[in-house]
């Protein structure tokens, strides 16, 4: 009798035991699983039924996709490419001739004092002005006068307005500068460079840039093309 209650003892030891052990494997699981960083939960993927296909395809059926504006870009014209042909095979016979117009210094009616400079040819409206003072045409070629005499910069001026028009630029920057490296602070080839635009056929009109182009210090010119 006494062996049957010792063995029911030892079994009942075993199974608590065996408690504490499944008891100490799941504390030990529960605080893994605590230390392990939390992944944040994903939104299930939408699937698109066909139904909802058909739905959306009547819904725009109606809809016209926009199209990308067109970028400004100034191509020479066939007239202008036929030109510099002509002049290439010109240089490469050795008969090319100077086609920048001749400009006289004969009478200007510009100052050096002119804070702003504007011109229109005849038959250009005062609308042309204004929007070259905001730059409204894309600025297509530049001219730096700077370092320049006034010989010089005559014959770098005829030159670059005779090749814009060759290769089609509608409008040009001239940087003339203000002057202050000057004796009387005062530049020179701001008049001189309003005075001889003045005398280009090619030119319909001109103006002090704005701030952004070079204020004061630069013109604006529009060329008939």
């Not at 070629?141 to 014959?155: F, R, V």
């Amino acid at each position: 009798m006494q062996s049957n209650k010792a063995g029911f003892a030892d079994l009942k030891r075993l199974q608590q035991a065996a408690l504490e052990e499944q008891r100490t494997r799941a504390l030990r699981e529960q605080a893994a699983q605590q230390a392990r960083p939390q992944a944040s939960p994903q939104a299930p993927k939408s699937v698109a039924t066909a139904e909802e296909i058909k739905l959306f395809a009547r819904a725009t059926q109606a809809v016209t996709p926009i199209k990308a504006a067109p970028r400004a870009v100034h191509r020479p014209s066939e007239r202008a490419r036929a030109e510099v042909v002509a002049q290439r095979r010109q240089r490469a016979l050795g008969q090319e001739q100077p086609t920048a117009p001749a400009l006289s210094d004969a009478f200007s009616p510009f100052s050096t004092e002119d804070a702003d400079l504007a011109w229109l040819a005849p038959g250009m409206g005062p609308e042309v002005l204004r929007q070259l003072r905001r730059a409204f045409w894309p600025v297509g070629a530049h001219l730096d006068l700077h370092g320049m005499n006034s010989d010089e910069a005559k014959i770098a001026l005829a030159q670059f307005i005779e090749a814009s028009k060759t290769h089609g630029t509608r409008c040009v920057r001239i940087v003339h500068g203000q002057g202050y490296g000057s004796a009387d602070g005062q530049s020179v080839l701001k008049s001189r460079v309003a005075q001889w635009l003045t005398q280009l056929s090619t030119i319909s009109a001109f103006a002090s840039a704005p701030q952004a182009h070079g204020g004061r210090g630069a013109l604006l010119a529009l060329l008939r093309l």
